[in-house]
């Protein structure tokens, strides 16, 4: 009985694991919608809000390490159960990643409200929503074990780099032709890296859950010929 009663209570410990995770993963999703809503829509009211929303990030990584040292120390996980353990406290790690580089979007889309817009920017909407859905995609694949969702993950990264080489060419263009746009231009030149870096983490998630499936680790390889 009384075994039982521990393993009952070890698989609320992971279960909760999983549930906090993605309650940190959907926060950083909806920062990453807000922080380019913000600069797109120049509401600074919104840019100061997801500002502040990175301190809840920041607070749940805290207390999802606490929890993975908490088990690893109580239960002494072994094989599968280890590697969940381990890649949680590495997954926790990039979306706190993802939150910085969302707060520093919102930072640069507080300084451009200020000053004249620049043509608008499709290709940024773009990197915005193939980022956040890589970011989806792989916290669901990391809580089913879903192997073939985290490729696809992985094969979308390629299609948000090239977005970002396109918008940094637009903007150097936008520099060329007009030197009073140098300034505004390197600003979205740093929101459109920080979606670029986003998509990275989100791949970095995806190569993780590949490990977590297969024990085999796939870094620096995934898209390799």
Request: contains cysteine.
């Amino acid at each position: 009985m009384e075994r039982q009663h521990l393993s009952s209570v070890y698989e609320s410990d992971l279960q909760e694991i999983r549930e906090k995770l993605l309650e940190m993963g959907g926060k950083v999703e909806l920062m990453i919608s807000d922080a380019v809503r913000a600069l797109l829509e120049r509401d600074t009211d919104l840019a100061e809000r997801t500002i502040a929303y990175d301190h809840t990030v920041n607070r749940l990584e805290l207390e999802i390490d606490e929890k993975c040292l908490e088990v690893i120390a109580l239960r002494q996980p072994a094989a599968r159960d280890l590697r969940f353990i381990t890649m949680a406290l590495k997954v926790v790690t990039d979306l706190e990643r993802m939150g910085d580089k969302c707060a520093n979007i919102a930072k640069r889309a507080k300084e451009l409200n200020c000053e004249p817009p620049l043509r608008p920017f499709i290709d940024l909407t773009k990197m915005a929503e193939a980022a956040s859905h890589m970011l989806h995609d792989a916290l669901d694949a990391f809580t089913r074990a879903d192997e073939q969702l985290a490729q696809k993950v992985c094969a979308g990264d390629g299609f948000v780099g090239r977005l970002n080489k396109q918008i940094q060419r637009e903007l150097l263009a936008s520099m060329m032709a007009d030197s009073s746009n140098i300034n505004r231009a390197l600003k979205m030149n740093q929101v459109s890296k920080c979606l670029d870096r986003i998509a990275d983490h989100a791949t970095n998630l995806a190569e993780m859950v590949i490990f977590l499936v297969k024990g085999r680790d796939v870094r620096h390889t995934v898209g390799e010929n």
